[in-house]
């Protein structure tokens, strides 16, 4: 049996919010205008729904705001989700992966809305050091970001001595005889750009070495918070640098003198997305 438009709009009518003119007009109204034009033609939500490819580029053609997008697709994903056995008919798992998608990029839009001024990592690094020592956890998280920063993909990346000690289901990790870290999972883009393997630079791996002789550890960062971008925030405010894991990003990715399409390999971007970081200093 096909679920007609009437249908759809009685069920947001008998939603408990249906009387409220604010969601109706904000969470309701515009999942009607997008499903209108498919509907008037089939007038089956399923059969609208189906083909989520097509649903997600419509909602990206006739909007341009990240906001808007993501606000679209989240009211999609909670008819697909409330609507009786819909979930059930549609691709649910593609919606809910569009959402996720969607938020993405809508962060990277709201970052680069951001303030130009950017603390120089150099600064940042010193007083990390200062503040840590420099042979913290700290102080190699800066360091190792330096050269490989990536979102949030720093918990649970394992240290192993040879690449022959690496067990087959561990997804991050850091071998120390040859200098790599290798990532078969992380953020955002692994499926576009496919697993990493990062050669990191001599230094640092001698810090790296130095701290897991004061602190023996089996990951690389271990922090008090589980949550990461909590835990950058607090290390920073601690030491007294008013940042965030945002200001790491931008301090990084600003910098004149990096190889750009290097880095952006190693952040797992296009060179488009780096280029982005480069902007002037706002003026004091």
């Known amino acids: 049996m096909p679920i007609t438009t009437a249908q759809v709009e009685d069920f947001y009518s008998g939603h408990e919010k249906g009387g409220d003119k604010i969601w109706w007009k904000n969470h309701v109204a515009p999942i009607l205008r997008l499903l209108n034009e498919c509907l008037e033609v089939k007038d089956d939500l399923v059969s609208c729904l189906k083909p989520v490819d097509e649903v997600v580029e419509l909602v990206k053609a006739k909007y341009e705001n990240p906001n808007t997008i993501k606000y679209y697709l989240q009211a999609l994903l909670f008819l697909v989700d409330t609507y009786p056995?819909?979930?059930?008919?549609?691709?649910?798992?593609?919606?809910?992966?569009?959402?996720?998608?969607?938020?993405?990029?809508?962060?990277?839009?709201?970052?680069?809305?951001?303030?130009?001024?950017?603390?120089?990592?150099?600064?940042?690094?010193?007083?990390?050091?200062?503040?840590?020592?420099?042979?913290?956890?700290?102080?190699?998280?800066?360091?190792?970001?330096?050269?490989?920063?990536?979102?949030?993909?720093?918990?649970?990346?394992?240290?192993?001595?040879?690449?022959?000690?690496?067990?087959?289901?561990?997804?991050?990790?850091?071998?120390?005889?040859?200098?790599?870290?290798?990532?078969?999972?992380y953020t955002k883009t692994a499926e576009k750009y496919g697993e990493k393997e990062i050669k990191l630079s001599d230094e640092l791996v001698a810090s790296i070495k130095k701290s897991l002789a004061k602190k023996p550890r089996e990951k690389l960062f271990v922090f008090t918070n589980s949550n990461l971008s909590k835990a950058i925030s607090g290390m920073?405010?601690?030491?007294?640098?008013?940042?965030?894991?945002?200001?790491?990003?931008?301090?990084?990715?600003?910098?004149?003198?990096?190889?750009?399409?290097?880095?952006?390999?190693?952040?797992?971007?296009?060179?488009?997305?780096?280029?982005?970081?480069?902007?002037?200093?706002?003026?004091?």
């Open 236 to 284: 920073l405010r601690k030491a007294g640098i008013d940042g965030t894991m945002n200001t790491l990003r931008h301090s990084v990715m600003s910098q004149e003198d990096i190889d750009r399409p290097e880095m952006a390999r190693r952040a797992g971007h296009s060179v488009e997305t780096n280029m982005a970081y480069r902007r002037p200093q706002a003026e004091e």
């Open 85 to 185: 056995g819909l979930k059930d008919k549609v691709p649910r798992d593609k919606y809910h992966t569009a959402w996720l998608d969607s938020k993405v990029v809508k962060i990277d839009f709201d970052e680069k809305k951001e303030p130009t001024k950017n603390t120089d990592i150099n600064t940042i690094q010193e007083t990390i050091d200062k503040f840590y020592g420099e042979d913290s956890v700290e102080s190699v998280f800066v360091k190792f970001y330096r050269e490989v920063p990536l979102r949030l993909d720093f918990n649970d990346i394992f240290v192993y001595g040879t690449l022959k000690k690496v067990p087959e289901d561990v997804d991050k990790f850091l071998v120390l005889q040859n200098k790599k870290v290798y990532l078969k999972k």
